[in-house]
Nanobody
Framework: QVQLVESGGGLVQAGDSLRLSCVASRRTSSYYAMGWFRQAPGKEREFVASISWSGDATFYADSVKGRFTISRDNARDTVYLQMNSLKSEDTAVYYC?????????????????WGQGTQVSVSS
């Protein structure tokens, strides 16, 4: 079992930046692919970004390409999501997730472990 704890959300203005962090409870989580997903009120959960266990492969949703960057520090069991040029449409609860088996980078239903989420609100 892996526990994930997100932090770094908050209320910002459009154009601002935030960095989300996700800390895993187990060192073996460094072998897991990790992803960030988000869910806005009344909408389905959607893919934001994901990263392989080694960090050499990353994927992004088209809506965040060029603005968001996912990275990981396996020595600290931590995954980050740097979010720049935030827009009001980025407002959502952001979830960190880990996948322990065959990696499906963009499929939230394939991820095994989830954090509790952190709220990101962007005012226009």
């Amino acid at each position: 079992q892996v526990q994930l704890v997100e932090s770094g959300g908050g209320l910002v203005q459009a154009g601002d930046s935030l960095r989300l962090s996700c800390v895993a409870s187990r060192r073996t989580s460094s072998y897991y692919a990790m992803g960030w997903f988000r869910q806005a009120p009344g909408k389905e959960r959607e893919f934001v970004a994901s990263i392989s266990w080694s960090g050499d492969a990353t994927f992004y949703a088209d809506s965040v390409k060029g603005r968001f960057t996912i990275s990981r520090d396996n020595a600290r069991d931590t995954v980050y999501l740097q979010m720049n040029s935030l827009k009001s449409e980025d407002t959502a609860v952001y979830y960190c997730a880990a996948e322990s088996s065959t990696w499906h980078p963009m499929e939230w239903k394939e991820y095994d472990y989830w954090g509790q989420g952190t709220q990101v609100s962007v005012s226009s």
